[in-house]
């Protein structure tokens, strides 16, 4: 749940540990941090047995989120080793802390990845909703008051089916080898590995934590090898003697720590976006228990509360008010309403924040006229769009009134319709021109919010879906087949038994060849279009990581995300964007800042949606999971296993966005 005011008492007691050892004589300071410098509270230092008193007043640090740093000392765990001034350890505890606190590893790699858009050495500052939100995912990772594991990193979604738990504690292991002197020269060997590709060399353990979450792609390798360095297996025996288990016997692509929630009647998320508190809303395409099928959506909607804990009831989530069906039509208004469309009721839905239906029993369907509905918009001025899919529709709803909605066409009753083939999603730009994505031809069609008439289409790639507007009024648009011979191949078949059959057999073949995809020439793209609509100097951009793009989501540096319906594992990818300043050093626009692969873990699965909340995490939506399970007759015991599971958070890793994400791009 969201934190609320800073409220806390006068003493707070805790204890300093390294390697699971006490530490002595450590500097231990209390941070209250806000949108501007840090205040600093109160200060001690801890006992012999590492336990520390600190002393404040609760009004001191009102309006911030609480933080403590210790610095230096002597660990236990190294007798005879004298102070370590490469100490530094973090626990950011929130503004309710716990009695008691322990600040180590643990809670330092927790703090550091979660609050890694904010942190700048022992300086923590940022908008006042990211902050707080980074601050209640810290839990998710460590119990503050133990310094051991939390309780999602150990649940069922994510302990045995996920590399975080061994990650989270290969760099806490890491750590604890400088925190110890577990050689000589451990703390050395460390800043030389968690150097980042720009600026100096980390010169203690908290910014050593930094750089490295910071660039979890840059040569993983190099911190990896710490651990054979710092704990050699010792002959006859078969386990490192390290302080934290699991630790990871290969070496990760990235230094990623992704966790995946579930529940809130989640199943088969497809678009999602943030409310003004940081709550993620997602329509689901099917219900739990369900045998879903892409021949029937039928699925509810589900709220998540900014630390991932669901809002929303456990199997149907919010129902009513004609929800049936989710789809990837999703927008958040400026007074937190939802809005969704559906497949099932091919009809328009709106929640108020707090689940209520807003919209008659079978939603809003026009008496029937509107055919499955896709793509939902609000803009800044307060009106909001809709695309129909099958019928080739636009809908409008003036200052988002439910009784002032109009089709403003269908087909080839008039423009931007014309234009339109399968239109998918739609994204408003900086002059007030909507863009809309076409799933069935290579062309994205822009037209003027104030005349829908005065339609203008230019080239993209085959079967676009994803669309998003920089801060430049750029527009980036994921093209799910590429732009090759073979992906135009796959448009034409996908046409055909769209026009012989209907959506739902053009859609079976998109996403079955979809997930058999790889990255490369024959894969999927993403497109980069100027405002004016000309193609942007290396557009279309392809790789390993966009084996399948589905949705794109630009970050506050206006660096870009993708996310993949491919394969059984999925990834996402991290793309260089047109400010390159905000780039790692030689990366031009459209480079994958990501590793070849993308980042992978988490329990990814075949992801649709992609989002930025206000602390810097990264939003996925599992949508399917298995194919066979989705189209035709499936084994019995599998026939549950079409929709995807949950959603997978990565912390701290894209420049905060405000929500709701209403237009361009805005940083909060």
């Known amino acids: 749940m969201l934190l609320a005011a800073p409220s806390f008492a006068e003493s707070i007691e805790g204890q300093v540990l390294g390697g699971g050892a006490p530490i002595a004589k450590s500097t231990v300071t209390l941070w209250s941090a806000s949108a501007d410098a840090p205040k600093q509270l109160a200060q001690t230092q801890s006992g012999d047995d590492g336990h520390f008193t600190l002393n404040a007043s609760s009004s001191s640090g009102e ?23 490469a100490i530094a350890l973090l ?58 594991w939390g309780g999602v990193i150990q649940d069922p979604l994510n ?35 968690a150097t980042p590709p720009k600026g100096i060399a980390p010169s203690d353990t908290l910014t050593a934590a930094e750089a490295i979450s910071r660039y979890p792609w840059h040569r993983p390798e190099r911190v990896f090898a710490l651990l054979k360095a710092f704990y050699p297996i010792a002959q006859g025996k078969n386990l490192r003697p390290v302080p934290y288990m699991p630790y990871l016997n290969w070496q990760p692509s990235a230094w990623v720590l992704p966790l995946k929630f579930d529940g809130g009647g989640y199943r088969a998320g497809g678009k999602g976006g943030f409310d003004s508190a940081g709550n993620f809303w997602v329509g689901d395409n099917f219900s739990v228990g369900w045998q879903g099928q892409d021949s029937l959506w039928e699925g509810h909607a589900t709220k998540f ?17 004609g929800m049936e069906g989710g789809t990837f039509g999703a927008a958040i208004d400026a007074k937190d309403d939802a809005w969704f469309s559906t497949y099932g009721s091919k009809a328009i839905v709106v929640f108020d924040k707090n689940g209520k239906p807003l919209t008659p029993s079978d939603g809003i369907s026009f008496k029937g006229r509107l055919g499955l509905m896709q793509g939902v918009m609000v803009t800044p001025s307060g009106d909001v769009w809709v695309l ?33 083939m399968a239109p998918f999603h739609l994204a408003i730009d900086q002059q007030d021109r909507i863009w809309v994505s076409n799933s069935g031809i290579n062309h994205v069609t822009r037209f003027p919010a104030s005349d829908p008439s005065k339609a203008e289409n230019f080239k993209s790639g085959f079967s676009t879906s994803g669309l998003a507007i920089d801060s430049q009024g750029n527009v980036w648009v994921t093209a799910r087949f590429g732009n090759s011979l073979v992906g ?11 026009k012989l059959h209907g959506v739902a057999k053009a859609s079976d073949y998109l996403t079955k060849t979809m997930s058999e995809q790889k990255g490369g020439r024959t894969g999927g793209s993403v497109i980069l279009l100027r405002p004016d609509g000309s193609a942007y100097p290396g557009s279309p951009f392809i790789g390993g990581s966009l084996p399948g793009p589905w949705a794109v989501a630009v970050d506050g540096d206006d660096n870009v995300w993708v996310s993949n319906f491919a ?72 026939s549950t296993r079409c929709g995807g599971e949950g959603v997978v958070v990565f912390y701290g890793m894209a420049a905060p966005v405000r929500s709701p994400q209403i237009g361009p791009v805005r940083q909060p």
């Open 567 to 638: 394969g059984a594992s999925g990834q996402i990818a991290h793309l260089c964007g047109v400010r390159t300043e905000n780039c790692p050093p030689g990366f031009k626009t459209g480079d994958p800042i990501s590793p070849p692969l993308g980042y992978v873990g988490g329990g990814l699965q075949m992801e649709v949606d992609i989002d930025i909340d206000p602390a810097g995490n990264v939003w996925v939506t599992n949508n399917w999971q298995d194919i066979d399970s989705c189209i035709g007759t499936p084994a019995e015991g599998l």
């Open 488 to 498: 135009m191949m796959h448009l034409v078949d996908m046409g055909l038994r769209l």
């Open 91 to 148: 626990a950011v505890v929130g503004s309710n802390p716990p009695a008691h606190v322990v600040i180590n590893e643990f809670t330092t790699v927790a703090s550091v990845w979660t609050n890694a858009q904010f942190l700048e050495g022992i300086a923590i500052k940022g908008n006042a909703l990211g902050l707080r939100i980074a601050a209640g995912d810290v839990p998710n990772f460590v119990d503050l008051a133990t310094g051991g």
């Open 63 to 85: 309006g911030g989120v609480l933080y403590l740093v210790a610095k230096g000392g002597e660990p236990s765990a190294n007798k005879g080793g004298g102070d370590n001034p």
């Open 305 to 321: 509360a900014p630390d991932g804990q669901a809002l929303s009831p456990i199997t149907d989530g919010f129902s009513g008010g």
């Open 159 to 193: 302990s045995g089916q996920t590399p975080t738990m061994a990650n989270f504690a290969t760099l806490a292991d890491v750590l604890a080898g400088c925190v110890t002197r577990v050689t000589a020269d451990a703390c050395a060997k460390l800043f030389a590995a």
């Open 388 to 420: 129909g899919i099958e019928k080739r529709q636009l809908v409008y709803f003036p200052q988002g009134d439910l009784t002032k909605g109009r089709i403003v066409c269908e087909g080839d009753s008039g423009e931007p319709c014309k234009s339109f």
